[in-house]
């Protein structure tokens, strides 16, 4: 099976930057896709961003276009998050998740889609 597990949390200024990681254990090249969801309290969970395993293509949601990259090392088995200009609003547990070869498509935003996840890595923004 796939194990995912987040790192690279922490509290920051509005403004600044964080780097989030997911590694990825179990059979990683049978993934499509993976992606990084947030959740806050009272809040639905939303997509953040998906990279497509193959070929590299990535979906942002509009309010994280520009300040947020997704990228992966296939090397590692690793996903990132580079998260650039934090607003307050981007405060949230964010968990990597992962849809495995042959499963549901992956750009749709819903969790729903995701066969993978992990336990959550909390970011913190203050103004």
């Known amino acids: 099976q796939v194990h995912l597990v987040e790192s690279g949390g922490g509290s920051v200024q509005a403004g600044g930057s964080l780097r989030l990681s997911c590694a990825a254990s179990?059979?990683?090249?049978?993934?499509?896709?993976m992606g990084w969801f947030r959740q806050d309290p009272g809040k639905e969970r939303e997509r953040v961003a998906t990279i497509y395993i193959f070929g590299g293509t990535t979906y942002y949601i509009d309010s994280v276009k520009g300040r947020f990259t997704i990228s992966q090392d296939h090397a590692n088995n690793t996903m990132y998050l580079q998260m650039n200009s934090l607003k307050p609003e981007d405060t949230a547990m964010y968990y990597c998740?992962?849809?495995?070869?042959?499963?549901?498509?992956?750009?749709?935003?819903?969790?729903?889609?995701?066969?993978?996840w992990g336990q959550g890595t909390q970011v913190t923004v203050s103004s």
């Open positions: 179990g059979y990683s090249y049978s993934l499509k896709c």
């Open positions: 998740a992962a849809v495995r070869a042959g499963g549901r498509r992956c750009v749709g935003g819903r969790p729903d889609e995701y066969d993978y």
